[in-house]
C-alpha cells in the first residue's frame, strides 16, 4: 500500500515515519510540508539520513489521489477539514491525526476550537478511531479521525466500568500528566527548557480541546449527558501520559473483581496490558511502544475506584494508534508494523 503524509514535518509524523519503516506492507510515497518544501526528510531530522531521503512537497491534491491509496494528515487544526473532502470525494482512505473530525456537533467544534468547523456532511462520513473500542467500525471505515493523546489514555482507561454500568458517569474526573512532546515541535514560553525544567505545570484547565471529545465518548456510551472534569498537566519529561481516573463505585466490587473484568474485556487487544492487584503502571514502562498499561484499585473504604492508565503520546496517543487503524482497515493482524517492546530505562 502506497501512503502519504500531510504535515512531514511534526514529532507525529516522524513517529509514522519510524513505523511505515518497519512495516511490511506499507511504503511511504509523498511527504508533503509547505515550510519545508524541496528539503529532504533527512534535512529536517538527520537521524533519518539512509533511511528516509525522500523530498518533501507542496499539497498537491491531484498528485495524492492519483499516486497513494491512504493519506495520513499529521497537522494541526484547521488543516485536513480544508483538504479532507475533495479526497473524500475521490474515494482516497484517510485517517486524520488532528482534531478536525472527532467531534460530531459542529457548534462543539467551533466552541473548543475557537474556528469553523468541517461541514457536516463530510464530519457524519468520519469514524472515530478508538482501536479497541471500535474496531468493527473501523474495519468498514473510509475516513478516520484518530484520537487524541489525553483522550487515549483516559478513555481506555475508565470505558469498561462505563459499560458495565459499575461507576456513577457524573462523578469522574481525570487527572492528567503529559512530557512536553504533546506541545509539538514549535518552541514556545510553556515548553522553554528554563521554564519546564525542574517544574510542574497545571495548563488549560477547563478549556483543553480533549474535554469535548472525552465527553462525546462518555456520553455515548453511558447514555447520559455529562460533563467531566479533566485537568491536565505537563511535565519535565519527553514522552509520555498519566492518566489517573477516579469515579464512585455504584456497585461493591474488589480490585480483583474489577482487574478480572478489565482482562476479559480486553483479553482480544493486544496493545492494552492490565496490571496485577497492587501493580500500577509508569510511563517509562511504555515509552517507544503501542502499549497502554493500566494498573486498579477499588477503595472498599471510600467506595471509590483508581484506574492508572499510561501510554506513549507519540504512539499509542498519536502514530501508532494510526497504524493500528491502517492494520484494521486493511484486515491485517493489527500487531503489524508495532511489535515492538518499550524502550527502557
Excluded at 40 to 68: C, T
Excluded at 130 to 135: A, F, H, N
Excluded at 240 to 251: E, F, H, Q
Aim: proline share 5%.
Amino acid at each position: 500500500m502506497k501512503v502519504a503524509i500531510v504535515g512531514g514535518t511534526g514529532y507525529g509524523a516522524v513517529e509514522l515515519m519510524r513505523f511505515i519503516n518497519n512495516h511490511p506492507y506499507a511504503t511511504l510515497e509523498l511527504v508533503i510540508a509547505h515550510s519545508q518544501t524541496g528539503k529532504k526528510v533527512s534535512d529536517v531530522y538527520p537521524h533519518m539520513q539512509d533511511v528516509w531521503e525522500i523530498q518533501m512537497d507542496e499539497l498537491n491534491v491531484g498528485e495524492l489521489q492519483k499516486n497513494v491509496d491512504l493519506v495520513f494528515f499529521a497537522t494541526p487544526p484547521g488543516v485536513s477539514k480544508e483538504i479532507a473532502p475533495s479526497l473524500m470525494d475521490q474515494g482516497v482512505t484517510c485517517i486524520d491525526l488532528s482534531g478536525d473530525f472527532r467531534l460530531e456537533r459542529p457548534d462543539v467544534y467551533e466552541t473548543w476550537y475557537e474556528t469553523t468547523a468541517a461541514d457536516p456532511s463530510y464530519l457524519r462520513k468520519a469514524t472515530y478511531g478508538l482501536s479497541e473500542i471500535y474496531k468493527e467500525e473501523i474495519q468498514n471505515a473510509s475516513y478516520i479521525a484518530n484520537p487524541g493523546c489525553y483522550p487515549t489514555a483516559s478513555l481506555l482507561g475508565i470505558l469498561p466500568l462505563i459499560q458495565q454500568k459499575w461507576v456513577d458517569p457524573a462523578t469522574i474526573i481525570i487527572d492528567a500528566k503529559s512530557g512536553v512532546s504533546g506541545a509539538g515541535r514549535s518552541t514556545s514560553l510553556m515548553t522553554h527548557f528554563a521554564e519546564m525544567n525542574d517544574n510542574l505545570k497545571a495548563y488549560k484547565l477547563g478549556k483543553h480541546k480533549h474535554i469535548p471529545e472525552i465527553e462525546q465518548i462518555l456520553q455515548k456510551e453511558s447514555g447520559q449527558l455529562l460533563n467531566v472534569t479533566f485537568s491536565t498537566h505537563l511535565i519535565p519529561m519527553t514522552r509520555g501520559i498519566m492518566a489517573t481516573i477516579y469515579s464512585d463505585l455504584t456497585v461493591q466490587k474488589s480490585t480483583e473483581d474489577i482487574i478480572n473484568m478489565y482482562e476479559a474485556f480486553y483479553e482480544h487487544a493486544p496493545f492494552v496490558r492490565i496490571r496485577a492487584n497492587g501493580n500500577y503502571p509508569a510511563t517509562k514502562e511504555v515509552y517507544g511502544s503501542n502499549y497502554c498499561d493500566i494498573g486498579i484499585l477499588s477503595d472498599e473504604r471510600t467506595r471509590k475506584v483508581t484506574v492508572i492508565s499510561v501510554i506513549d503520546n507519540l504512539v499509542k496517543g498519536a502514530a501508532g494508534q494510526a497504524i493500528q487503524n491502517m492494520n484494521l482497515l486493511n484486515n491485517w493482524d493489527e500487531k503489524t508494523g508495532l511489535d515492538v517492546l518499550p524502550v527502557y530505562p
